[in-house]
């Protein structure tokens, strides 16, 4: 029963084709007309689309010569990191002032637990149209928002009504809405996933839900269980305010694809730089260093080295990608090459959960409609 599960009140806030968005705020020429940040040149990727482009079938991750293919109206706008995160902590600041217990995703998204808030407002949906509103009357920009027993529901529910809307799941609705759902609404179910579901006749959360917990481990491993408890609206996770970062990356895609290694040399001391200054800017330093390696056919091939020490210093980051480098032949010309550090100092050793305390409930009684 829902009833036995820890419910809380929780809004997952998601800022409607957020960059592209900033773009046209910024630029009122660009209202209403095609664009993608990114993207621009021969050998560029789309970062993010307006919904005028996604209409053309433009999106993330595509590159802009299908994107200008798909949509030859399409205006390419430069992507400008420092802008985002500026108008992103107005609109945190925002979250900030109706609850603390707010995790950030991105710049363009965040969980809020509004089960007890700052306002002492019984109703989450009201909360969140009323940030809903302050976000477009101070910053400019429209959000979508879902609202739910916890944070799985809330982001797949956000979706819904996109953009400049937000959706609802009562508890009492839970069931039946998890059971409704497309299994590619799943977050968490990728593309690949969602096929292998399909050739077992997995198209719904019903289907889903009526699989055994031993028939999904044995066909989809470790994410059996994760799959097994959220169709039945189980997700104890709780909203972690303070996240931790657990990677720090730099990556260029190049013009030309490369195929000499003393030419990717030249590029590995650029990126290196970038890593070093954003490793000190956010005062954390790693042991775990990753090469990245995307070659002219799109194939992505990772090789890592795992230092005794934390590590930020530019020079032995370097030295270290140059190793991981040489350590393998190359399969083909590279396009991109990037590298991060993981296992970073300011990750903490996780203390085992009891059954008890994964399970305990919110002391608030949630008496008032969502």
Do not use: W
Request: proline fraction near 3%; aromatic fraction near 10%.
């Amino acid at each position: 029963m829902i009833n036995d599960l820890p419910i809380r009140k929780i809004i997952h806030v998601d800022m409607d084709a957020f960059y592209a968005s900033v773009a046209q705020m910024d630029n009122p020429e660009l209202k209403g007309k095609p664009i993608a940040v990114g993207g621009g040149g021969t050998r560029g990727v789309v970062s993010a689309a307006s919904y005028e482009a996604r209409k053309f079938g433009v999106k993330s991750a595509m590159s802009g010569r299908l994107a200008i293919k798909l949509c030859p109206e399409l205006i390419f706008v430069k992507t400008d990191f420092e802008r985002y995160t500026e108008i992103s902590k107005r609109i945190r600041k925002i979250f900030l002032e109706y609850t603390d217990l707010v995790e950030p995703l991105s710049l363009d998204e965040a969980y809020l637990d509004v089960t007890e808030n700052k306002i002492g407002f019984p109703s989450a949906s009201l909360i969140a149209e009323e940030i809903r509103q302050r976000i477009f009357n101070e910053v400019g920009l429209t959000a979508s928002a879902g609202i739910s027993i916890n944070k799985f529901i809330a982001k797949v529910a956000s979706d819904y009504n996109k953009p400049n809307g937000q959706k609802t799941v009562n508890p009492e609705d839970v069931f039946q809405f998890l059971e409704d759902l497309d299994i590619r609404k799943f977050y968490g179910v990728g593309k690949v996933t969602a096929e292998k579901m399909y050739q077992k006749g997995i198209f719904t959360g019903k289907d889903l839900k009526a699989k055994s917990l031993e028939y999904l481990d044995k066909n989809f491993g470790k994410s059996g269980r994760y799959y097994y408890d959220v169709v039945r609206g189980i997700h104890f996770s709780e909203v972690k305010p303070n996240r931790i970062r657990k990677s720090l990356a730099a990556e260029r895609t190049f013009s030309k694809n490369l195929s000499s290694e003393i030419f990717m040399l030249e590029k590995l001391e650029h990126i290196s730089e970038e890593v070093s200054k954003r490793l000190t800017k956010s005062k954390v330093s790693g042991k775990t260093i990753t090469l990245k390696i995307k070659y002219s056919d799109f194939t992505l091939q990772t090789r890592s080295k795992t230092l005794p020490y934390f590590v930020s210093d530019q020079s032995i980051i370097l030295e270290t990608a140059k190793d991981l480098l040489y350590q393998n032949k190359l399969n083909n010309s590279v396009r991109l090459l990037g590298i991060s550090l993981s296992n970073l100092n300011t990750e903490k050793p996780k203390k085992p959960k009891s059954s008890d305390q994964e399970k305990k409930t919110v002391s608030v009684q949630l008496k008032f409609s969502f």
